[in-house]
């Protein structure tokens, strides 16, 4: 009858209802839960090992412990006396540390990051981490939560040149615009107005279309992430402090591949380990043990531990590394950091060397910042310093990492600073003067005289040095995001 059959059908309707619900709650709390744990990956405290391993670091031997060695390297200074006398020296070079820090503090952006050390030695001469307010961290400098971008393009190129048969001057047709990635682009044929690109220019300025078509149609997705190994990610890093290892996801979907390769994908990587990169590349493949504590001495000054130079890994063949630096000097000539290094004339730094480098930007986390890099080297041809500049913005953001690495050049080799594009065409502007004002003007002109100075008398030498006092770390957490720019 009609009324039994309601009878019965309501109860299963109801018991339905219910299984849906609960259904829901459970996908739902899942998605919270993976919520939760994305946003914890990208906490900005210190990286979890606390310590180097037993016996990594034969410095710890003698006495200096590992937060001993925090605080100095916090301090920005280069030596410190233990209580039983004994020195010890790091390989840190303070005037390019300060510099760099003033320059943070004059901008103010939520986080600075930058690492610079020397290809042929490995030596750190500088870890700055900056946080909003004018307060020290240099574990900014150690973390790998930072995004790659477009830096993973120089990994995407050494594997497309040694295993993808592919040459800087090769042309490469791409279909809509450089910065997009289509699934269709990625198979672009050549044809009647399909645009092309070499992978030189391509590096040059960051074309997106053409790494991303590159990555799946010369490279792969098993030679790629053979690549990424082989330049270290995944790997534990030996060095004084401990750094978080760097790590990416490889997709073998091919879309997903392409913006991977393009540098879209899930490719975390520290400052060091980027600084790490470019002089691997800059000395023919060889990548360098990094150091930070140079000497320990007793109070007599005999020496207890004197660091040497070393290599850490093969990374790609000579030739490979040698192609990829040479299209990175495309970069400052007439690509992505043209407007910031400028023209020759106008750049005394490049009047008297090469520079070869490599921007990136993304956007992510939570809320949402912006990531501004730049990783690059110089000279070409006989590399004195390998540097990563990290700029994380809010929408405020008035420098990127490609200004900050220009002025680590400049101080470094004795040249005299600059100013970065957004005010290059306001100088004597109140704009322009409120900015230097507000950290110091005085200090700052007569720094940049100094830098005037020592760059006339003698080109390509390191500044000295100059001591600043420490600042309280504060930890911050910030959730992540999928990148939204290239």
């Known amino acids: 009858m009609p009324g039994e059959e309601d009878v019965n059908v309501r109860p299963r309707r109801w018991n339905l209802l219910r299984w849906l619900a609960a259904a829901f709650l459970l996908v739902a709390a899942w998605g919270v ?51 039983d006398g004994s020195r010890v020296s790091l390989s840190l070079n303070e005037e390019l540390q300060d510099q760099i820090f003033e320059l943070f ?70 279909r809509g615009g450089i910065y997009g990635i289509s699934r269709g682009g990625i198979h672009a044929r ?37 690549y990424l190994v082989k ?50 590349l800059a000395s023919g493949g060889a990548m360098p043990r990094p150091v930070l504590v140079d000497r320990i001495e007793d109070k007599e000054g005999n020496a207890l531990y004197e660091s040497s130079p070393a290599k850490w890994r093969d990374t790609v063949k000579p030739e490979t590394a040698n192609a990829v630096v040479q299209m990175m000097v495309k970069t400052v000539e007439m690509g992505t950091s043209r407007r910031t290094f400028g023209t020759p004339e106008k750049t005394p730094l490049l009047q008297d060397m ?50 900050v690495g220009k002025e680590g050049f400049n101080t470094f080799f004795g040249y005299p600073s600059s100013m970065p594009p957004a005010y290059a065409k ?26 005037r100075k020592t760059g006339a008398r003698k080109r390509g030498s390191p500044s000295k040095s100059a001591k600043k006092p420490p600042a309280k770390p504060v930890a911050v957490n910030a959730g992540s995001g999928r990148p939204a720019g290239g």
């Not at 502007?429 to 110091?440: H, I, Q, T």
């Open 33 to 83: 839960a993976r919520a939760v744990g994305a946003a914890n990956r990208h906490q900005l405290s210190p990286p979890s090992r606390s310590a180097p391993d037993p016996g990594e670091m034969a410095a710890f031997e003698h006495g200096f412990t590992p937060q001993e060695l925090y605080a100095l390297v916090q301090a920005g200074r280069q030596e410190t006396v233990l209580s």
């Open 105 to 174: 503090r004059r901008f103010d952006p939520p986080y600075g990051v930058f690492a610079a050390m020397e290809p042929d030695t490995g030596r750190v001469v500088a870890l700055v981490g900056y946080r909003k307010g004018g307060e020290r961290d240099p574990w900014l400098a150690l973390k790998a939560i930072y995004p790659a971008a477009s830096l993973i393009k120089v990994i995407t190129a050494s594997a497309a040149i040694e295993r993808g048969n592919v040459s800087p001057e090769e042309e490469i047709s791409y």
């Open 190 to 226: 050549d044809g009647r107005g399909v645009p092309k690109m070499t992978l030189e220019e391509a590096i040059a300025r960051s074309a997106n279309a053409v790494f991303g078509k590159v990555a799946v149609n010369n490279v792969g997705g098993p030679v790629l992430e053979e």
């Open 231 to 280: 330049f270290g990610f995944g790997q534990h890093i030996p060095f004084d402090l401990p750094i978080e290892t760097s790590h990416g996801e490889v997709p073998q979907q091919e879309y997903e591949l392409a913006r991977t390769g393009a540098g879209f994908g899930e490719v975390y990587v520290s400052p060091v380990h980027m600084a790490m990169i470019m002089s691997a």
């Open 354 to 403: 090469d520079v070869a480098g490599k921007t990136g930007s993304l956007s992510g986390w939570t809320p949402r910042v912006h990531f501004e890099w730049f990783a690059g080297v110089a000279p070409v041809g006989s590399p004195r310093l390998a540097l990563a500049a990290l700029v994380v913005n809010d929408d405020r953001g008035r420098i990127k990492g490609s200004y």
């Open 426 to 451: 306001a100088r004597g502007s109140r704009k322009w003067k409120e900015s230097v004002r507000s950290a110091g003007s005085n200090t700052t002109k007569a720094k940049a005289a100094k830098g």
